[in-house]
């Protein structure tokens, strides 16, 4: 009978896609260093100025610069990004999709742990600023929740980087 031709090669749109490539690693290197650098108030920068919002959303982004007053920028970008791929982590999807984004959260992770082992040495970590409390906790209290759903995944990576993001976090908070 026939049989349709095996192909030998990943299709071009799906390579930015594949896990465990080189882009995922830097990308994830870069977010981590990144943390640290600015102030909330970068965050939520209005495009044409504070003149130009209303009164009440004036008072809505003075709440918001409130509640993360503590924040840098890095950590705030960083949690909008978990909090947008949140439905990747559901336990019912099960795609490639999710396994790359599980991946690229375990390199944050095992970055972000990294980055505070340096911190420790200060001739070995250079000039980028320290992490403060309310950093490492908020990129604590962004990625639990996701790892959480993704330990219950049907695909066997997912359930193994949130494994091992949750082993790494365990170090930096308990």
């Known amino acids: 009978g026939w049989s349709a031709a095996a192909r030998t090669s990943c299709p071009s749109y799906v390579v930015p896609f594949t896990p465990r ?12 260093q990144l943390l640290g650098c600015g102030q909330a108030a970068d965050f939520y920068a209005a495009p044409r100025g504070f003149d130009a919002l209303t009164s009440n959303s004036k008072e809505e982004l003075a709440a918001c610069l409130a509640s993360d007053a503590g924040l840098s920028a890095g950590v705030l970008y960083l949690r909008k990004l978990f909090s947008s791929t949140q439905t990747l982590f559901h336990p019912s999807n099960s795609s490639q999709h999710s396994s790359s984004v599980a991946f690229f959260t375990q390199v944050v992770c ?10 420790r040495v ?13 950093d490492k906790a908020a990129l604590v209290d962004a990625l639990l929740p996701l790892l959480t759903m993704a330990c219950y995944s ?16 365990a170090w930096v908070a308990p």
């Open 110 to 119: 095992a970055s972000f742990v990294k980055r505070l082992g340096r911190e």
């Open 154 to 169: 049907k695909v066997r990576g997912v359930t193994h980087s949130a494994n091992t993001c949750l082993t790494h976090l």
């Open 21 to 32: 490539t080189n882009t995922q690693h830097y990308g994830a290197k870069v977010a981590v």
């Open 122 to 134: 200060p001739a070995a970590f250079g000039q980028s600023p320290k992490l403060s409390h309310a």
